[in-house]
T-cell receptor, first 116, second 115 residues
Framework: AQKVTQAQTEISVVEKEDVTLDCVYE???????LFWYKQPPSGELVFLIR??????QNEISGRYSWNFQKSTSSFNFTITASQVVDSAVYFC?????????????FGKGTKLSVKP | DGGITQSPKYLFRKEGQNVTLSCEQN?????MYWYRQDPGQGLRLIYY???????QKGDIAEGYSVSREKKESFPLTVTSAQKNPTAFYLC??????????????FGAGTRLSVL
């Protein structure tokens, strides 16, 4: 069963629009971590944020914000006032406490295109 | 600069040939990982190593082999048994290999194609 679902395969917006990338996860663990990574055209994955299962506070970092809701098993990512440089593939990932040995389970990614 | 270096950036494999992808890190991380990425797919774990001289199979290890003789190096060999090797390969490392809070840091990848 897929444990991390990113239902949006591709999103295209015009610069300065706000955009939200969805991430839904599935786990039986009570302790787990959620991550977002950005993969620009260069190919390297860049770590953006880590959130643990006990901290449901939303987080804001500049134009980026994350909304973690355990009730809906979601960890959504919003970019405010998008820019062309935000164009990339974004991955959501899950790390479970039990049996994972620290390994990440990735979603299939959402490709974001921001047009000028 | 500290980081993860993958080489080569592009690699071509002939039929029946083994090829080796290099991954070196100078972050002093204990754990290293190899992932395969296919178009429209997430990352799938091939092999990982939490300590020198030890490694474990991931979800898609068939047709691949690895070694971990040095802390900073984790080369991946794509053998002739891997019938569909064309993909983008990413190497990663992390400092806390058995912790779920483990952040993995990635290299720039190697794109492998079959001639």
């Amino acid at each position: 069963a897929q444990k991390v679902t990113q239902a949006q395969t591709e999103i295209s917006v015009v610069e300065k629009e706000d955009v939200t990338l969805d991430c839904v996860y599935e786990t039986r663990d009570t302790t787990y971590y959620l991550f977002w990574y950005k993969q620009p055209p260069s190919g390297e994955l860049v770590f953006l944020i880590r959130r643990n299962s006990f901290d449901e506070q939303n987080e804001i970092s500049g134009r980026y914000s994350w909304n973690f809701q355990k009730s809906t098993s979601s960890f959504n990512f919003t970019i405010t006032a998008s820019q062309v440089v935000d164009s990339a593939v974004y991955f959501c990932a899950l790390s479970e406490a039990l049996g994972s040995q620290g390994n990440l389970i990735f979603g299939k990614g959402t490709k974001l295109s921001v047009k000028p | 600069d500290g980081g993860i270096t993958q080489s080569p950036k592009y690699l071509f494999r002939k039929e029946g040939q083994n090829v080796t992808l290099s991954c070196e890190q100078n972050l002093n991380h204990d754990a290293m990982y190899w992932y395969r990425q296919d178009p429209g797919q997430g990352l799938r774990l091939i092999y990982y190593s939490q300590i020198v001289n030890d490694f474990q199979k991931g979800d898609i290890a068939e047709g691949y082999s690895v070694s971990r003789e040095k802390k900073e190096s984790f080369p991946l060999t794509v053998t002739s048994a891997q019938k569909n090797p064309t993909a983008f390969y990413l190497c990663a490392s992390s400092q806390e290999p058995t912790e779920p809070k483990n952040i993995q840091y990635f290299g720039a990848g190697t794109r492998l194609s079959v001639l």
